[in-house]
């Protein structure tokens, strides 16, 4: 499962084209497989993650000791629809597979519509993943159409065949002047 999930991440993480100096938030970063490979595209930039499990902020920490150590990465412990606010903005946003766990999605994403700076990007991934799950394509509907109520224009999906089955990456930005 790690080496999917690192695909999933790497995935995710090619389609906001982040640059040395940015600011990345993940939100639900659960072992913190996404913020290791973040961190291998910034430089002088800085990855925030934010979950509601102590289980994974422990495990998380662990996989990103030196970058924590040096200050390169933040992780927060807490439900990303009850925390108050982050230092912002940020250049980008990305979440693989935490979406449909969040309880208040649109308000979720109107709080991510105004951590980012004016142009920033957010890319969120889901894929099937066991039983009782939703279609991704179906997903990507409800998803692309609460962004858009969020504020989020130039929304985009991705499709990519991975082990276990297709996973969906939802992309959008934020207007100039949004």
């Known amino acids: 499962m790690a080496m999917t999930t690192g695909e999933r991440n790497e995935w995710t993480l090619s389609h906001l084209?982040?640059?040395?100096?940015?600011?990345?938030?993940?939100v639900g970063y659960g072992p913190g497989v996404g913020i290791e490979k973040a961190v291998l595209l910034i430089r002088e930039g800085e990855v925030v993650g934010i979950d509601p499990s102590e289980t994974m902020?422990?495990?998380?920490?662990?996989?990103?000791?030196?970058a924590v150590q040096e200050?390169?990465?933040?992780?927060?412990?807490?439900?990303?629809?009850?925390?108050?606010?982050?230092?912002?903005?940020?250049?980008k946003i990305f979440s693989v597979n935490s979406a449909p766990f969040w309880s208040d999605r649109?308000?979720?994403l109107k709080k991510m519509q105004r951590w980012l700076r004016p142009e920033g990007m957010v890319a969120t991934t889901y894929q099937q993943i066991g039983k009782?799950?939703?279609?991704p394509s179906a997903f990507a509907d409800r998803l692309s159409g609460e962004l858009r109520?969020?504020?989020?224009?130039?929304?985009?999906?991705?499709y990519r065949q991975f082990k276990g089955g297709i996973a969906v990456c939802v992309?959008?930005?934020?207007?100039?002047?949004g």
């Open 17 to 26: 084209d982040i640059q040395l100096g940015d600011r990345v938030l993940e």
């Open 57 to 66: 902020l422990r495990q998380a920490e662990k996989r990103n000791w030196q």
């Open 71 to 91: 200050g390169k990465v933040h992780l927060l412990s807490g439900k990303v629809e009850e925390w108050p606010g982050l230092k912002v903005p940020f250049d």
């Open 106 to 108: 649109p308000r979720v």
């Open 132 to 135: 009782n799950t939703q279609d």
């Open 149 to 158: 109520q969020a504020g989020f224009v130039q929304i985009s999906r991705e």
């Open 171 to 177: 992309i959008a930005r934020k207007p100039i002047n």
